[in-house]
């Protein structure tokens, strides 16, 4: 069974920054994207920031420019490096990741807060 664990989060002042990070342990079949989805308080969950196996990067407009996401192969590690951070990325952020088995996991969570 893979197991996801999230750190990194906390409370930041507007403008300020934050590191995730997501290491990923257990038994699973090849990974080909890790991700970090968002979840504000009475709202959907939303992508943020993907990477796939081949590098490729893709990111919500709300976060391009801002937000940066990068692996560790040789770690099984996925990180989310936040700059600029606005209060309206304030939410809890999961790291996910998608096998070649078309099979989804999630970690559980860690809080990003924002203050203005």
């Known amino acids: 069974q893979v197991q996801l664990v999230e750190s990194g989060g906390g409370l930041v002042q507007a403008g300020g920054s934050l590191s995730l990070s997501c290491t990923i342990s257990g038994r699973f079949f090849t990974i080909i994207s890790m991700g970090w989805y968002r979840q504000a308080p009475g709202k959907q969950r939303e992508p943020v920031a993907t990477i796939l196996s081949s590098g490729n990067t893709n990111y919500a407009d709300s976060v391009k420019d801002r937000f940066t996401i990068s692996r560790d192969n040789a770690k099984n590690t996925a990180y989310l490096q936040m700059n600029s951070l606005k209060p309206e990325d304030t939410a809890v952020y999961y790291c996910?990741?998608?096998?070649?088995?078309?099979?989804?996991?999630w970690g559980q969570g860690t809080q990003v807060t924002v203050s203005s």
């Open positions: 996910t990741i998608l096998t070649n088995l078309a099979v989804r996991s």
